[in-house]
């Protein structure tokens, strides 16, 4: 039976991160990484930016150049599925029935598009963003002359898809069940803000509609009808609903967790020598007050990775990085940073009529995190604000000339 010291499952952010980090620390024993996209490891941001609007080819979307992997002595797995595990035999069962030994297990598998469960959920021409595959079907049928689509969910994913859409000279209708878009990770600021953006872009965005079915000429997708009974003719569905963890065999094989798989703050799941980083990995994170969430994020999954990485070579250090993350939409390049689910006031830096401001989040007068759009600066001192845990007059923050790094 094949075996090696470090089996990785998943060759995205988290896997391929894992695999550097270990090499970086000086681990010397074999590395196997098993992923199920057939391609070498990629960035995953593009895909719904630069790679869809056909900015970047494949080639400058890798994570690293085709012979790094070799050179680092990490073999690739490419097109394999990782089906089964068995903890005590410290087994894995892969697509096609082969079983891989392992010493030490990470598993940065990422997560499932959410899919729609409604009536034409199946037919062709409905997309979702998560792999290379994914969007080269978008392109295929872009290419093929489909202009008129509806993208369902307003989420990050969603909008800059719209937004790559509109460049591109489609037809775009934009649906939003909530009452406001990005309502899951920002306050309504910011929703108002893009949504008030793509409007002007020419994207009908439509808030509060409901996805009843989707309609279809036998095979392909041709409408999208709402709950109130309204259709809406495409050519096209890009959903983006979010995403279910990949954690099946992991569960199966005893771990704890449930929309995610339990870690410790070194990245352990409760079976041993099994590691969990990325989208997956359930953690108790220090910027939620120690609440157990899972970030979706480039950051957290290379950060992760460093963790698990730093624990498996002995000098254990616990993850308690910073959360941030990016989207770029038209011209708007917002960063964030910090955690702002649980606030309790906004401070609106800026004026939104000018394409650069950031938003503020505080809790019990303490900054947690920061909206910053085309506004770099804010960005960079705001972290250090939130790192510092710092008390501010929500005043003070309000005047844009103070530079936050002057109210330490
Ligand atoms: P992934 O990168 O998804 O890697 C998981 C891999 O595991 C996949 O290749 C999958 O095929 C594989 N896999 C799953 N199950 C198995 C199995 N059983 N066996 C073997 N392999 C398996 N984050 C940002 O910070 N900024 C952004 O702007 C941003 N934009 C994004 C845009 C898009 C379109 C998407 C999809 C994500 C974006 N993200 C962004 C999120 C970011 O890409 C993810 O948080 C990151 O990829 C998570 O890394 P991961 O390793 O946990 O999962």
Redesign the pocket.
């Known amino acids: 039976m094949e075996s090696a010291d470090i089996v990785i499952?998943?060759?995205?952010?988290?896997?391929?991160?894992a695999a550097i980090a270990l090499r970086q620390q000086g681990y010397e024993g074999s590395i196997l990484m098993?992923?199920?996209?057939p391609a070498p490891?990629y960035?995953?941001?593009?895909?719904?930016?630069e790679y869809l609007a056909g900015e970047k080819p494949f080639e400058r979307i890798l994570i690293r150049p085709e012979g790094f992997w070799a050179d680092k002595a990490v073999t690739l797995r490419p097109g394999?599925?990782?089906?089964k595990i068995d903890p005590q035999a410290k087994e894995l069962t892969l697509t096609g029935g082969a079983t891989v030994a392992y010493g030490t297990l990470i598993w940065?598998?990422?997560?499932?598009?959410r899919r729609l469960s409604c009536p034409g959920a199946d037919l062709a021409g409905i997309h979702t963003?998560?792999?290379k595959a994914d969007?080269d079907r978008m392109l295929a049928e872009l290419e093929a002359g489909a202009k008129r689509v509806v993208v369902i969910g307003g989420g990050?994913?969603g909008l800059?898809?719209a937004a790559v859409l509109r460049k591109r000279g489609c037809d775009v209708v934009l649906l939003e069940s909530q009452d406001r878009v990005l309502g899951r990770v920002a306050g309504e600021d910011l929703s108002r803000f893009y949504e008030d953006e793509h409007r002007r872009q020419g994207v009908d965005v439509r808030l509060e509609a409901m996805v009843g079915a989707l309609q279809g000429d036998g095979s392909r997708v041709t409408g999208v009808t709402l709950e109130s009974g309204e259709t809406i003719a495409c050519d096209m569905v890009v959903v983006g609903i979010g995403?279910v963890p990949?954690i099946?065999?992991l569960i199966s094989a005893g771990a704890a967790g449930a929309n995610g798989v339990e870690v410790d703050e070194m990245c352990r799941t409760s079976l041993p020598d099994i590691y969990a980083?990325?989208?997956?990995?359930a953690h108790g994170n220090p910027y939620a007050d120690g609440a157990v969430i899972r970030?979706?994020?480039?950051?957290?999954?290379h950060d992760m990775?460093a963790t698990a990485a730093k624990a498996i070579c002995g000098d254990p250090q616990p993850y308690k990085a910073l959360p941030?993350?990016?989207?770029?939409q038209y011209d708007l390049r917002l960063q964030t940073v910090g955690l702002s689910a649980e606030h309790d006031t906004t401070v609106l830096r800026g004026d939104p009529a000018e394409r650069s401001f950031s938003v503020v989040y505080l809790k019990e007068g303490r900054v947690i995190a920061l909206d910053c759009v085309n506004k770099t600066k804010d960005y960079a001192q705001g972290r250090k604000l939130i790192e510092a845990r710092a008390v501010i007059d929500p005043d003070l923050l309000l005047d844009p000339d103070v530079q936050l790094k002057e109210m330490l």
Not at 80 to 83: D, G, H, I, S
Not at 295 to 301: K, R
Not at 324 to 328: I, R
């Open positions: 499952v998943g060759s995205g952010h988290g896997g391929a991160q098993i992923g199920r996209d490891p960035e995953r941001p593009p895909l719904s930016k394999t599925a990782v089906l940065s598998a990422g997560g499932d598009p963003v998560r792999d969007v990050y994913i800059e898809a995403i990949a099946g065999p980083i990325g989208d997956c990995a970030l979706e994020s480039v950051q957290n999954a990775a941030w993350f990016w989207s770029n």
